[in-house]
């Protein structure tokens, strides 16, 4: 059984900064990619950022330069730096994993953790 578990999001002032971290539990053996999504109140969920287990990422526009996401493939962790938060940038955070290995050409359904709230005050 995969799951994966975010931690870090709250409350902070506008122009402050945030660390989420997401580790993902279970058998496995590589995950191809990890990303965080957000959703706030009566919008649909976007992508934030995304990053392979090569390094390659990928950010939304509106966080480009302002966030950065990593991982620790070794700890099957994923983080997600926001620096300059915004009040834009309130919402529930998602990590999902797709793409995991659980054996040799086994994989699990693409994951997703429970979520953690981040609150940007103006």
């Given at each position: 059984?995969v799951?994966?578990?975010?931690?870090?999001g709250?409350?902070?002032?506008a122009?402050?900064?945030?660390?989420?971290?997401?580790?993902?539990?279970?058998?496995?053996?590589?995950?191809?990619?990890?990303?965080?999504?957000?959703?706030a109140?009566?919008k649909?969920r976007?992508l934030?950022a995304?990053?392979?287990?090569?390094?390659?990422?990928?950010?939304?526009?509106?966080?480009q330069?302002?966030?950065?996401i990593s991982?620790?493939?070794?700890?099957?962790?994923?983080?997600?730096q926001?620096?300059?938060l915004?009040?834009?940038d309130?919402?529930t955070?998602?990590c999902?994993?797709?793409?995991v290995?659980?054996?040799?050409?086994?994989?699990?359904?693409?994951?997703?953790?429970?979520?953690t709230?981040?609150?940007?005050s103006?």
């Open positions: 059984q799951q994966l578990v975010e931690s870090g709250g409350l902070v002032q122009g402050g900064s945030l660390r989420l971290s997401c580790a993902a539990s279970g058998k496995i053996f590589s995950i191809a990619f990890m990303g965080w999504y957000r959703q109140p009566g649909q976007e934030v995304h990053a392979t287990s090569g390094g390659d990422t990928k950010y939304a526009d509106s966080v330069g302002r966030f950065t991982r620790d493939n070794a700890k099957n962790t994923v983080y997600l926001m620096n300059s915004k009040p834009e309130t919402a955070y998602y999902n994993a797709e793409g290995r659980t054996g040799f050409s086994s994989f699990a359904n693409d994951q997703w953790g429970q979520g709230q981040v609150t940007v103006s």
